[in-house]
């Protein structure tokens, strides 16, 4: 079964500081791997997107890795903003299988809600 | 360009009650997935929409259903509404089946009383 697990499920950082959020998946076949940035009551927003071949990927003060040996992911906030205080989701997507006509399944973690605080 | 937009807002309804949440599309785009977030969880998949057709589906009952325009737009209806239902409901546009790029809505939350 295909699942993506986040941690910490919460986390409280000073303005300013660094944090890394952390994603595992046992999705199979691999096709991609997205981070999206989520405020409350938002839609999400994508962030990064990452292939196989690709084991970083960086958006401003965003960076995301990808180690597809281990299945794992991180994303690193660097100098974190009040702004940043939201939940950030990783999403794993499957290349679908041969005999299907429908398109990519993408599998969504719980998220990591983030405060930065003053 | 307008991105993905979705009505209404915010819906109040009761137990039992039938409600039609709506999505239009990025411009350029044909296809729209429909996702239920419950309060601190990840979206869950519901159904994808096609070329005016039902392509992919997520694990909901049938009291859930959709319905793609002409347009690209698409409903998302809910029958005999439980207080479970109660859920930020998502709507994402992308181009294609096959390409996962896709752009999500601002979302319409819905409570079930």
């Known amino acids: 079964k295909n699942q993506v697990e986040q941690s910490p499920q919460s986390l409280i950082i000073l303005e300013g500081k660094n944090c890394t959020l952390q994603?595992?998946?046992?999705?199979?076949?691999?096709?991609?791997l997205r981070w999206y940035k989520q405020d409350t009551g938002r839609g999400p927003v994508s962030l990064t997107i990452?292939?196989?071949?690709?084991n970083t990927k960086s958006n401003g003060r965003y960076t995301a890795t990808l180690d597809a040996d281990t299945k794992q992911s991180s994303l690193h906030i660097t100098a974190s903003q009040l702004s940043d205080s939201a939940s950030y989701i990783c999403v794993v997507s499957a290349i679908p299988s041969s005999n299907s006509n429908s398109g990519y399944a993408l599998n969504f973690g719980k998220g990591t809600s983030l405060l930065v605080t003053p | 360009d307008a991105g993905v937009t979705q009505s209404p807002t915010h819906l109040i309804k009761t137990r039992g009650q039938q409600v039609t949440l709506r999505c239009s599309p990025k411009s350029g785009h044909d296809t729209v997935s429909w996702y239920q977030q419950a309060l601190g969880q990840g979206p869950q998949f519901i159904f994808q929409?096609?070329?005016?057709?039902?392509?992919q589906r997520g694990n909901f009952p049938d009291r859930f259903s959709g319905h793609q325009f002409p347009n690209y737009s698409s409903e998302l209806n809910v029958n005999a509404l439980l207080l479970g239902d109660s859920a930020l409901y998502l709507c994402?546009?992308?181009?294609?089946?096959?390409?996962?790029?896709?752009?999500f809505g601002p979302g319409t939350r819905l409570t079930v009383l």
């Open positions: 994402a546009s992308s181009f294609g089946t096959w390409n996962n790029e896709q752009f």
């Open positions: 994603c595992n998946y046992t999705v199979s076949p691999f096709s991609n």
């Open positions: 929409y096609y070329e005016e057709e039902e392509r």
């Open positions: 990452m292939t196989f071949s690709e």
